[in-house]
Nanobody, 119 residues
């Protein structure tokens, strides 16, 4: 499967963006789909995931502000509200079968989309 992440951009603190992760080649099926981010000079970190049964989980840093959802078999969204400068990063979507994802092993990755939040 190939993943295409989009929706990034420049926004002021307190604003909102919606990221999309579109699959091509096949559907997400029963895969777990996740968003990660990497800020300049920092390690990549987990943001959120959603299972094929629509169960979601979030990093503490985004809980209550971000919402991950699966719209159909080929698209996953990350709605980001009340953005903060510390949310500035390249955001990547990734997917894997549940048994691999539970171990943190994501198989397929998108190319990333840049989110910049100005203060």
């Amino acid at each position: 499967v190939q993943l295409q992440a989009s929706g990034g951009g420049l926004v002021q603190a307190g604003g909102s963006l919606r990221l999309s992760c579109a699959a091509s080649g096949r559907t997400f099926g029963t895969d777990r789909v996740a968003w990660f981010r990497q800020a300049p000079g920092k390690d990549r970190e987990f943001v959120a995931y959603v299972t094929w049964t629509a169960v979601a989980s979030y990093a503490d840093s985004v809980k209550g502000r971000f919402t991950i959802s699966r719209d159909n078999a080929k698209t996953v969204y990350l709605q980001m509200n009340n953005l903060k400068p510390e949310d500035t990063a390249v955001y990547f979507c990734a997917t894997a079968l549940p048994e691999r994802a539970r171990k943190g092993e994501y198989t397929y990755w998108g190319q990333g989309t840049l989110v910049t939040v100005s203060s």
